[in-house]
C-alpha cells in the first residue's frame, strides 16, 4: 500500500516488480460457481432457494482442481439427482465447453462475490428431481413461466438462452 503523494491519503495497491498482485486489499470473497438450466423440451428446471428464498436454476461452487464443466455435472446430481447432457451449443466458439451459456458475476452475501459460468443440459423427459436439503420447492418452467417468476433478472435472462439455445 501507499499513501499520500500526490493523491493524498488514499490508499492504493502497488503490483510487485515480479508481476505478481498484491491481494492484500483485494475486497471480499471470490468463489467460481456454477448454474445449471436443466432443460426438459420447452422448460427449464427451477429451484427455490431456502436459505436465500427465491427460485434460480441448480448451482453451487467449484470444488479445488474441479473444471466449471465437472463442477455442473456433480451440483447437477447432487442437487436434483438428474444425470444431464452437456451437448456443445451452436455457433460456440472453439475450445468453449458443451452447454456453457455465458458468465456473470454477483454478490454472494456473506460468500462473497460469486464468479459465475452458466451450462444448460438436456435431461431425459422421463427423469425424475430427487431434491437434497437444499431445495424443497422446484418447478419445470416455460417461457411465459419464466417471465413472472420471482427471481434475479439475471435468472431470467440466462433462463432465455437455455431455453433457445440449440445443440450442435
Not at 471480499?28 to 429451484?47: C, K, M, Q
Not at 424443497?136 to 427471481?151: K, N, T
Amino acid at each position: 500500500m501507499i499513501r499520500g503523494g500526490a493523491g493524498g491519503d488514499r490508499a492504493r495497491s502497488v503490483t510487485p516488480s515480479d508481476g505478481s498482485i498484491d491481494r492484500s486489499s483485494a475486497g471480499p470473497r471470490r468463489a467460481f460457481s456454477v448454474a445449471i438450466y436443466a432443460r426438459r423440451g420447452d422448460r427449464v428446471l427451477v429451484i427455490e432457494h431456502r436459505r436465500l428464498r427465491t427460485w434460480l436454476p441448480i448451482g453451487g461452487e467449484l470444488e479445488a482442481g474441479e473444471t466449471p464443466l465437472e463442477a455442473a455435472h456433480r451440483e447437477l446430481r447432487e442437487e436434483t439427482g438428474l444425470p444431464g447432457r452437456f451437448r456443445p451449443i451452436e455457433g460456440a466458439l472453439d475450445g468453449v465447453p458443451p452447454g456453457l451459456l455465458g458468465y456473470e458475476e454477483h454478490p454472494a452475501g456473506e460468500k462473497g462475490v460469486h464468479l459465475n459460468f452458466v451450462f444448460v443440459t438436456e435431461v431425459a423427459a422421463d427423469a425424475e428431481v430427487t431434491p437434497n436439503d437444499e431445495f424443497g420447492a422446484w418447478r419445470w418452467v416455460d417461457r411465459a413461466e419464466l417471465e413472472q417468476l420471482a427471481s434475479p433478472l439475471n435468472v431470467r435472462q440466462f433462463g432465455y438462452l437455455a431455453l433457445a439455445a440449440r445443440f450442435a
